[in-house]
């Protein structure tokens, strides 16, 4: 091993232990007893025998003792947080994408200040989004284990910046759910605004008195397996259903099926997915927007950008989910999404 290899995983390991606020809370136990132990040793040179009692000398080994321990554990607690989290790397999480891989656990993460706004803490929320909305985002839970909750949340279209809390709802699914690609998303529209129940709130229909969609759309939007959400099932839709999806999120926010659908951020990409970039993708002209050729092209294209999988559920009513598990993060710089198990209590 080189010096530069060396002077790499030193720099690894101390970034691995300034993120973690225990972990440099061992590392500064540990120097500060080492110092005491540099001291002590010191003293104990410089002085007479005599004037160096047995006390001090116990004092001496316990500093260099629990110095030299708790110096190594500070280390060795983040690189174990590191090691037993295991994490999907964005390869596969795009992997993932292009094959509309099954989802087996979800997630809703929602970013707070406590200050001001108490009612998005874990005790006070009673559906996943909004009371309103009829449709919420959600992500793949498995593929945002072990990512610092600040990132997970960078990650799935939310800003990092100044977060102060996190509540989180990671629950197994067991009801609908739409990948929110471009025929996702249409067909949520669609079902939206085919609800009796609401039609007196919709004043501005997207596919009212409009032949938006051909018989064949029709048909192939009807279908909601898993597999019909493959890009190459319907590759030859995509352009139009892109088209319109870009329409409804970036053009006119004055249709009525906003309101019951989460926020479309400008990070979202047609393909089912959100982007770590600061680019408002709406700024782009509908060409652009739209660009598709195929998954080897979109890889080298994004995948510096690549974030999350999206997701469009219903919006559910939280203790009416089964095994969900809700956990309150409050150091979301700090702490790690872990793969739940018995240390979290489900709600």
Partial sequence: MNIKEIADSLSTVFKLVSDSSFSSFLSVVGLTLLAVAVFLTYKAVTSKPDQFPFSMKIILYLSLIGGMVFSAAGPSVALLNVVSVPRMSADQAFKNLEDNAEVKRVVRLIAYDPAEEPGLALDRLTKLGPSDQLYSFVAS???????????????????KKNIKRVSAII??????????NS???IQVIKEIEDRREIQTQLTRKFFDGTNALDPNEQQDLANTSIPS?????YADKYPHYCSLTYKFACKNSAYSAHAFVGNISNDWNPLGF????????????????????????????????????AFLIRNLEINKIPG?????FDRPYDQTLPNVGSEYTQR
């Fill in 141 to 159: 839970y498995d593929e945002l284990v072990g990512y610092k909750v600040a990132d997970a949340l960078a990650k799935v279209g939310q800003s």
């Fill in 171 to 180: 629950f197994p699914l067991n009801t609908g759910l739409f990948p929110a």
């Fill in 183 to 185: 025929r996702g998303l």
């Fill in 229 to 233: 959400y493959r890009l190459d099932r």
């Fill in 274 to 309: 959100s982007q770590q970039t600061n680019e408002d993708r709406c700024g782009l002209s509908p060409t652009k927007y739209c660009e598709y050729t195929n998954w080897d092209a979109a890889r080298q294209e994004y995948r510096n950008k690549f974030g999350a999988r």
């Fill in 324 to 328: 969900r598990v809700m956990i309150d």
